[in-house]
């Protein structure tokens, strides 16, 4: 059994950074988890929906994380145009995100109809801009439609839009069920899946009455954590990290109704670490953690960056903190619940990139 | 529309009523509710495992609530022998419940195979007890079995021992899903479900980050929830209220890990004309939450209060309350937040039997 690991810095093609107090506590954290490439959502109030937005933030954040090489993603919405769309990549903007309306955290903006958009996703095909689905449809009841279906109710949507833009590339983010793991690998080399920590590890009955595992879309059945854990254990170049970490002051989700969202910024290389090491397939870390994102996206760390090391070690007394106050000064302000909170993770970054 | 309705008061053939403090609080508020009869279960600390126990309970519960005829049940657990199951009967009591291990409330004494007690069953089979059957499987997620699908998992379980018992009378409690009541349809006179309010109304999105929606077995599907209430609707004569109505101090509940429960016991008769107003079947009120589980049991009210009526009202402003206090004296005890807290239930008790 290894005791210590050496791999490259890692990439994070699915990050929430937040804004204000929020995002100056995760964002240097970003690097505490030995991820030094960060691909960022954009459902900020208001959302990132244009290239000024989007490089502002941008340099918000790179003043807070110089390491770190952060490739930034505009809001899918009726203000997107084809232009903008051209404007966005000259600037450097990696990708579109899509969120149906309503199913996550700030997606009320979110679409309903993917066809107004397709003069949209023609130019993002045409520049290179990859687009990123939340793949889930919206509850609806007479439909038998509810949180444990909604990815699979979304599939078709995923087919339907790979065939009408077969050169563009598509990332199915977060990926929950077996079915979609199929569906992916079937798609072909211009369709992937972000693939969480906290999915790797959870099922649905680890959120039934744990809010900090509660997030969207929910963890699944077994065998639908078991098709994921199998997909990264192969080694498959099209599955790879995007943490879809999303930190929540603990009073919003130790609540009558919680926030949807898991926090694993500052730790993700340990987490993965040690699920990998669970799942027995520790040498597949490397590719999924910092090879097979970079390689689908075409994308890069920044010069300086490129080839730095995080060494990892076993430590068996290892704890996850309990939490992370979100500000020094502002106490009420309150703190954010971190996954595994106070519990033995078994591994630690020895030396960061 | 009715603005008005008159039924009999109310059976609940599945109660929690907790001890000291907690049963102080809640157990007046059977009569609040419009229950005249309450079947209640034995998962205390330590669990009701005899005759003895039971009668103790049940003079604790009558001196709170006098008005209120109270059935008391068995732990089904290894101390209890067919000679038990002769005493309980002469005591007056009505039934056994049996809890897999670990799935529930104070279940860590539950049952992990059937066929050890079939003894026992074959007394309460010629004694007419009721078996009262949680009936979930333990999760093991290398067999795939969650939260989800851990009461179809048992239904096989059901269907055994009723090919076991033809003669024993089996209610299968708090059914959730469309498969249970098929199941049960099928079987025939001798079993039964206790359906509760609460999964009349809800999915499992609302208890996905509402842990006040978080009870065993969790709310299913949107078809799980239509069969349910479709069977109701139809008047079936084998699907009666038993509330599992299960309170729980809010601070145990909003946090990071929630008791599963759902306290409806001050308000069951408005929120059943709610919900079945709702669905359009007022009509099938009585029988369902009157009727239908005495027919079953074979058991009445006592004496002075079996005909006694109660009559509801609609009442546009009437609020569910936020919460109920443990104790008036100790504050330091919390308090319990009832289902649709802070909501327009639309229904009141006018005059209580």
């Given amino acids: 059994m290894s005791t210590s690991i050496t791999i490259p810095s890692a990439c994070d093609f699915h990050v929430h950074l937040r804004q204000g107090e929020m995002m100056r506590m995760v964002t240097p954290k970003v690097v505490e988890g030995g991820v030094s490439l960060a ?16 490089l502002a933030y941008k340099k918000e954040l790179e003043a807070l994380a110089p390491e770190v090489t952060f490739y930034m993603t505009l809001y899918l919405s009726p203000e997107l145009t084809p232009e903008e769309v051209r404007k966005a990549k000259k600037a450097g903007i990696a990708g579109v995100k899509s969120y ?11 679409i309903e109809n993917y066809e107004i958009y397709y ?15 939340h793949g889930e449809v919206p509850s609806d009841h007479n439909a ?30 977060h990926a929950t069920t077996s079915a979609a793991v199929e569906l992916v690998k079937r798609l072909g080399d211009t369709v992937a899946c972000s693939v969480t920590v906290h999915h790797l590890q959870l099922i649905v009955d680890d959120w039934a009455g744990q ?6 879309p929910v963890a699944k059945y077994p065998h639908d954590r078991d098709a994921l854990r199998q997909v990264v254990a192969q080694g498959h170049p099209r599955f790879f990290l995007g943490t879809d970490s999303a930190p929540h002051p ?21 987490y993965l670490a040690k699920i990998f090491e669970d799942i027995g397939c520790l040498d597949k870390l490397e590719g999924f953690a910092c090879q097979f994102g970079k390689k689908f996206y075409g994308l890069s760390q920044k010069p300086g960056f490129k080839d730095n090391k995080v060494t990892l070690v076993k430590e068996a007394d290892e704890i996850v903190p309990k939490q992370y106050q ?11 619940v971190p996954f595994f909170a106070g519990k033995e993770i078994g591994w630690k970054i020895k030396t960061n990139f």
Wanted: hydrophobic share 40%; glycine share 4%.
């Fill in 39 to 54: 691909y960022v959502m954009p459902n900020l109030q208001p959302p990132i929906t244009n290239t000024d937005q989007a």
């Fill in 100 to 110: 149906p309306r309503g199913v996550t955290t700030n997606s009320d903006s979110g």
């Fill in 119 to 133: 003069p949209v996703f023609k130019a993002m095909e045409e520049e290179g801009l990859v687009l990123n689905l």
């Fill in 144 to 173: 038998d439609i509810c949180v444990m279906n909604a990815e699979i109710k979304f599939l078709p949507e995923l087919e339907k839009l790979h065939n009408a833009f077969p050169k563009l590339k598509i990332v199915l983010e």
């Fill in 211 to 216: 809010v900090h595992h509660f997030c969207k």
């Fill in 250 to 270: 603990s009073h919003t989700k130790e609540t009558a109704h919680a926030c949807a969202g898991v926090f694993t910024t500052p730790l993700v290389l340990p």
């Fill in 326 to 336: 979100i500000s020094s000064t502002t106490a009420s302000l309150g703190a954010v």
